[in-house]
């Protein structure tokens, strides 16, 4: 299962770092994918870390801003949004991703956190 | 990297069946039979329905199948149960190394 961290309220500008512990799996054979959904909106791909190597994907609408990383000791997955906006209001989202790097077969997420909310307000 | 294009909602009585489309390009749908559906209820995550077009993870019923036809993949559910209303995504792998989700498509079961 994938754990993820508390709910967070943020003013404009400032940074968020959510975690997601994962368990009863060997977290390096596998990715982590990061999902938002703004309220009453859809569903938006964030970006994909390897546990295996570390390697990161971001979606382009969130290079520079958006930081993936991992702690294999830990078998956690953090994502950090640096100035953060109104428009960043949602649930954040963390899936395990059978993609882990060069080489997967399957490139799916089949295991999710229940989401992290976090709040963009002055 | 522009979404998918589902339609906004479907709608059937019991039993009938609902077919929800699912639109990319070739940059992404057309590319790999690396698509997959995921249901969604209120106020709770997602929940992969279909994996690789047209795997069921074990647990999913069998009325739910997947399809898909150059650019454009289908989730398909056969004998339409009042527990299936809910919101339907789709995902694609796309040529980037990057994944597209779908607008979404809301199920009523009327």
């Known amino acids: 299962q994938l754990v993820q961290s508390g709910a967070e309220v943020k003013k404009p500008g400032a940074s968020v770092k959510v975690s997601c512990k994962a368990s009863?799996?060997?977290?390096?054979?596998?990715?982590v994918s990061w999902v938002r959904q703004a309220p009453g909106q859809g569903l938006e791909w964030m970006g994909w870390?390897?546990?295996?190597?570390?390697?990161?994907n971001y979606a382009q609408k969130f290079q520079g801003r958006v930081t993936m990383t991992t702690d294999t000791s830990t078998s956690t997955a953090y994502m950090e949004v640096k100035s953060l906006r109104s428009d960043d209001t949602a649930v954040y989202y963390c899936?395990?991703?059978?993609?882990?790097?060069?080489?997967?077969?399957?490139?799916?997420?089949?295991?999710w956190g229940k989401g992290t909310t976090v709040t963009v307000s002055s | 990297q522009s979404a998918l294009t589902q339609p906004p909602s479907v709608s059937g009585s019991p039993g009938q069946s609902v077919t929800i489309s699912c639109t990319g390009t070739?940059?992404?749908?057309?590319?790999?039979?690396?698509v997959s559906w995921y249901q969604q209820t209120p106020g709770t995550a997602p929940k992969l329905m279909i994996y690789e077009v047209s795997n069921r993870p074990s647990g999913v019923p069998a009325r739910f199948s997947g399809s898909k036809s150059g650019n454009t993949a289908s989730l398909t559910i056969s004998g339409l149960q009042a527990e299936d209303e809910a919101d339907y995504y789709c995902?694609?792998?796309?040529?980037?190394?990057?994944?597209?989700f779908g607008t979404g498509t809301k199920v009523t079961v009327l």
């Open positions: 870390i390897s546990a295996y190597n570390g390697n990161t």
């Open positions: 995902i694609s792998y796309t040529s980037g190394s990057t994944y597209v």
């Open positions: 899936a395990r991703d059978l993609n882990y790097g060069s080489g997967s077969y399957f490139y799916y997420m089949d295991v």
């Open positions: 070739s940059s992404d749908v057309g590319s790999y039979n690396r």
């Open positions: 009863g799996y060997t977290f390096t054979s596998y990715g």
